[in-house]
């Protein structure tokens, strides 16, 4: 069975820095390419980031870039979002899903249940 | 960046119901777009993708069309399972854009 499961969420400082993970089991991790969405509270879904299977292509989105980072290990089949100077703007759900293609196609066909961040003071 | 609008942001509908809700998009993306359901505390599912092709094990009563800046999703004959938020999302250019959502509710 194909999973995504994230961990490294809770309630941080705004200023502080907090790092995501997420585990991939069930497919061949290293052939496909993956993604951060997020979700304020009752507000709808955005983009965060993306990066191919090899690493080779990174995208941002504008309100995250410079702050944020995603990379991913291959051998340990993890996906990872380190994010700096966090806003209370990033609170969110934020999910690790998967690209159905190695390149980063954008179309994505699997979606972990996320993990909560929450910044306040 | 792509705008997507959808409507009705809210439907309330009986089961057996045929729902249909749109997405238009701010430019044209040709059919490169997919329709996700969203349920609290699970994880997000890929409905359809290409405008219109339905994903492997999502039921038939799912269905997909439009091309362009318009779209539409219907759902024939609406279930107990299917009460949840769907949206959708243009994978035509970056950064990808998601539509504010459909919430549809049991009446």
């Known amino acids: 069975e194909v999973q995504l499961v994230e961990s490294g969420g809770g309630l941080v400082r705004p200023g502080r820095s907090l790092r995501l993970s997420c585990a991939a089991s069930g497919f061949k991790f290293d052939d496909y390419g993956m993604h951060w969405v997020r979700q304020p509270p009752g507000k709808g879904l955005e983009w965060v980031s993306g990066i191919s299977w090899n690493s080779g292509s990174i995208g941002h989105a504008e309100s995250v870039k410079g702050r944020f980072t995603i990379s991913r290990d291959n051998a340990k089949k993890f996906l990872y979002l380190q994010m700096n100077s966090l806003r209370a703007e990033d609170t969110a759900l934020y999910y690790c899903?998967?690209?159905?293609?190695?390149?980063?196609?954008?179309?994505?066909?699997?979606w972990g249940q996320g993990t909560t961040v929450t910044v306040s003071s | 960046d792509i705008q997507l609008t959808q409507s009705p942001s809210f439907l309330s509908a009986s089961v057996g119901d045929r729902v249909t809700f749109t997405c238009r998009a701010s430019q044209g993306i040709a059919s490169y777009l997919a329709w996700y359901q969203l349920k609290p505390g699970k994880a997000p599912k890929l409905l359809i993708y290409a405008a219109s092709t339905l994903q492997s094990g999502v039921p038939s009563r799912f269905s997909g069309s439009g091309s362009g800046t318009q779209f539409t999703l219907t759902i024939s004959s609406l279930q107990p399972e299917d009460f949840a938020t769907y949206y959708c999302q243009q994978f035509n250019l970056y950064p990808l854009t998601f539509g504010g959502g459909t919430k549809v509710e049991i009446k």
């Open positions: 899903v998967k690209d159905d293609a190695g390149s980063l196609r954008g179309l994505l066909d699997v």
